[in-house]
């Protein structure tokens, strides 16, 4: 079935440092790929997407690359700041139904 | 515009009591959808409406959960009878079609334990 795998589980930078989340998905015919940030207690929230017909994309501080041979993506945070630390999730799009398969989650932790 | 609204957003009940919540979606969203996030984990996709019509449900248990949004606007998701074992967030989101690629809106959840 369609599946998506995250690594790490946890990860713990120093602050300015940069941070790296992968993820792999099964199913090759997604074409959509988001990234959501979960604050304790609080809701996912969108915070970069990727299309399949694109390579990378970057807003500010974050960028996300997409290799579809590979069925791999990845996001990055440059300058980590303590206000990054939180559950980060990545997602595959289904390409029939549009639902979204999400990974295990990162926890990333900044450390001042 | 007003996100996507879920009640209650805390509920505590017994094992094999049953619970309902409620969502919302955002104005003129045609796409619906119910996740269970169990602590550690990521969103499961329960279901999956397109307006009024149920798009995926193969993850829902259906002995004991059920979901319907009847007029394609709000939806409700009910639990009955409650194991121990459903104690979760359940989130919902929606977005204005799954047709097109965009990221969904999550409502805040409704955070259910059963003791």
């Known amino acids: 079935g369609e599946n998506v795998e995250q690594h790490p589980s946890t990860l713990s930078v120093q602050e300015g440092d940069s941070a790296v989340i992968k993820c792999t998905y099964s199913d090759s015919a997604s074409n959509y790929f988001p990234w959501y940030k979960q604050e304790l207690g609080k809701r996912p929230q969108l915070i970069i997407d990727i299309r399949s017909n694109v390579g990378e994309k970057k807003d500010q501080r974050i960028a996300v690359t997409l290799n579809k041979t590979a069925k791999h993506f990845s996001l990055h945070i440059t300058e980590t700041q303590p206000e990054d630390s939180a559950v980060y999730f990545c997602?595959?799009?289904?390409?029939?139904?549009?639902?979204?398969?999400f990974g295990q989650g990162t926890t990333l932790q900044v450390k001042p | 515009e007003a996100g996507v609204a879920q009640s209650p957003r805390y509920k505590i009940i017994e094992k094999r009591q049953s619970v309902a919540f409620w969502c919302n979606p955002i104005?003129?969203?045609?796409?619906l959808y119910w996740y269970q996030q169990i602590l550690g984990q990521g969103p499961k996709l329960l279901i999956q409406f397109q307006n009024n019509g149920v798009v995926d449900d193969s993850q829902l248990p259906k002995d004991r959960f059920s979901a319907e949004r009847l007029k394609g606007v709000d939806s409700t998701l009910k639990i009955q009878p409650a194991k121990l074992e459903d104690s979760a967030v359940y989130l919902c989101?929606?977005?204005?079609?799954?047709?097109f690629g965009y990221g969904y809106t999550f409502g805040s959840g409704t955070r259910l334990t059963v003791v």
């Open positions: 104005s003129g969203h045609a796409t």
């Open positions: 989101a929606s977005s204005p079609s799954m047709e």
């Open positions: 997602a595959a799009r289904s390409y029939g139904t549009g639902k979204l398969i």
